[in-house]
């Protein structure tokens, strides 16, 4: 048999999963976008609450920064991921995963600093 004749067949998981990620990979990405100017207002507003300004801005710039970042590298990581493995015959889905598992830890990383950067010492309501 040619290395012709030996074409690999996907498996039903690459067929289903890989289009659904490769489509849940830039919309996650546009969401967590719009979502790192949502976090930063909302940590802005700490300076409104607190009359002595306790909002740290190097964190809060950090958490957005992070965030962009992981948008970058995911969609990246799932797109040459995809190309790579098409030219090697194997199992496409794990790539735009793996894109998705960055852009989700990474907000979630950027939203944590954000937020902690307005807790830096008692907020006053009033």
Same mark, same amino acid.
């Given at each position: 048999m040619s290395p012709i004749d030996e074409v690999r067949r996907p498996s039903t998981a690459d067929?289903? !999963?890989?289009?659904?990620l490769t489509v849940l990979v830039p919309l996650v990405a546009i969401g967590s976008y719009f979502g790192t100017y949502a976090f930063n207002n909302a /940590? %802005?507003? &700490?300076?409104?609450? &607190?009359?002595?300004?306790?909002?740290?801005?190097?964190?809060?710039?950090?958490g957005g920064v992070v965030?962009?970042?992981?948008?970058? @590298?995911? @969609?990246?990581? /799932?797109?040459?991921? !995809?190309? @790579?493995?098409?030219? %090697?015959?194997? /199992? %496409?889905w794990t790539w735009p995963a793996l894109g998705l598992a960055i852009v989700i830890v990474t907000y979630l990383a950027g939203?944590?600093?954000?937020?902690?950067?307005? !807790?830096?010492?008692p907020a006053t309501f009033g």
């Open positions: 067929i289903v !999963l890989t289009p659904i /940590a %802005r507003c &700490s300076y409104k609450i &607190s009359p002595e300004g306790t909002c740290n801005p190097d964190l809060l710039a950090t965030t962009l970042a992981g948008i970058l @590298v995911g @969609v990246v990581v /799932a797109i040459a991921g !995809l190309i @790579v493995a098409h030219r %090697r015959a194997t /199992a %496409r939203l944590a600093m954000a937020f902690g950067s307005s !807790l830096g010492g």
